[in-house]
DNA sequence: CAGCTGATGTTCT
DNA sequence: GAACATCAGCTGA
């Protein structure tokens, strides 16, 4: 198997749920056209399970122009903007079928002081939520939707992922009165991370941040 | 720190 | 003109 298609088989490779835990630990990372490199270890994930997901948006075979990239292949970035704030999704099936991940925190590990510029902010509250992320990476428009996250600028590394202590399972955000699918838990965590949205101080692990060693 | 609320801009009806 | 996979700033404790 070359280099490709095993970037294939990790989106394809499970059901959705199950692609959405095993990005928790690998890197997001994206390359600004000024040359500047941002990274950070993906923290929180959501699945969204397509046709039959009341929450999601391709519920019942929704298929518009804003959300045709869930309908791509396998690691089509999906950029979703609502409230003024930008999302980034990945798709996770074969073309045809619209489940995809929502990426909504990560640890920063490269390119801190350009986040801190870009958030005007520091500490946790720099990525610790979907539209958090992409605006400390300086993305405010759908430039890159539809592209592949196998590759640059904008790309997905799941080469040496880092292991949680534990995988946390809740109800999704931001999506309470979107129908029976509301509160299933799909949305998943890094237990103890501080760059969990809306996680408790009290429940922070600041020794290991969640980490295994 | 938790909880509430107004601002926000794109998409679809 | 409504809906929305959000955020920051404010309040009260």
Redesign the pocket.
């Given at each position: 198997m070359d280099i490709k298609s095993a970037e294939m088989a990790f989106f394809r490779e499970g059901t959705t749920d199950q692609i959405a835990q095993k990005l928790l630990g690998t890197t997001l990372n994206y390359r600004n056209p000024d040359g500047q490199l941002f990274s950070g270890l993906i923290v929180e994930t959501?699945a969204?399970l397509g046709e039959l997901d009341s929450?999601?948006?391709a519920f019942k075979g929704r298929h518009?122009?804003?959300?045709d990239p869930?309908y791509g292949p396998a690691g089509t970035i999906y950029i979703?903007?609502?409230?003024?704030?930008y999302?980034f999704?990945v798709a996770t099936q074969e073309a045809g079928v619209p489940q995809?991940v929502?990426i909504r925190a990560i640890q920063p590990t490269v390119g801190i002081e350009q986040m801190q510029i870009n958030?005007h902010?520091t500490g946790y509250?720099l990525t610790n939520?979907?539209?958090?992320v992409m605006a400390a990476f300086g993305i405010h428009d759908?430039n890159l939707n539809g592209r592949l996250a196998q590759q640059p600028p904008l790309w997905i590394d799941y080469s040496h992922p880092k292991q949680p202590q534990a995988i946390i399972s809740s109800a999704r955000?931001?999506?309470e009165?979107?129908g029976d699918w509301a509160s299933k838990p799909y949305r998943f965590l890094v237990g103890g991370n501080p760059y969990v949205?809306k996680i408790?101080?009290r429940e922070v692990d600041l020794i290991n941040l969640g980490w295994q060693d």
């Open positions: 959501e969204y929450a999601a948006h518009t122009a804003a959300n869930l979703y903007s609502i409230y003024g704030h999302l999704d995809g929502l958030r902010q509250n939520g979907p539209g958090k759908l955000i931001g999506v009165n979107q949205s408790r101080k």
